[in-house]
């Protein structure tokens, strides 16, 4: 088993930052890739931010976050972090840290084994 727990949510104007962090305990770290997922108010579903591979360190994010999102980890440390700049209220929602065993990135859901139980991010205009 892997623990996931987020931290660094919080209220922001429009424009401002965040800085999350997702620390892993139980099993190591190792092997894992790490992904970002949030989930915004209204029954909406959840949905991809970012990931990192465990090996070179390859990151991805969805459309909407590049230039503005970046993904990092540090391993010695089993955390993973997202900074989170430029923010507008449509970033506002739940984030969840998820861990994957194998590696490789990858950007749905299904494919992750662990999941944290996510810090509230909202923006405001």
């Known amino acids: 088993q892997v623990q996931l727990v987020e931290s660094g949510g919080g209220l922001v104007q429009a424009g401002g930052s965040l800085r999350l962090s997702c620390a892993a305990s139980g099993r190591t770290f190792s092997g894992y890739a790490m992904g970002w997922f949030r989930q915004a108010p209204g029954g909406k579903e959840r949905e991809f931010v970012a990931a990192i591979s465990w090996s070179i360190g390859s990151t991805f994010y969805r459309d909407s976050v590049k230039g503005r999102f970046i993904i990092s980890r540090d391993n010695a440390k089993n955390t993973v972090y997202l900074q989170m700049n430029s923010l507008k209220p449509e970033d506002t929602a739940v984030y969840y840290c998820?861990?994957?065993?194998?590696?490789?990135?990858?950007?749905?859901?299904?494919?992750?084994?662990?999941w944290g139980q996510g810090t509230q991010v909202t923006v405001s205009s």
């Open positions: 998820a861990a994957r065993q194998g590696g490789a990135y990858a950007n749905r859901v299904p494919q992750y084994d662990y």
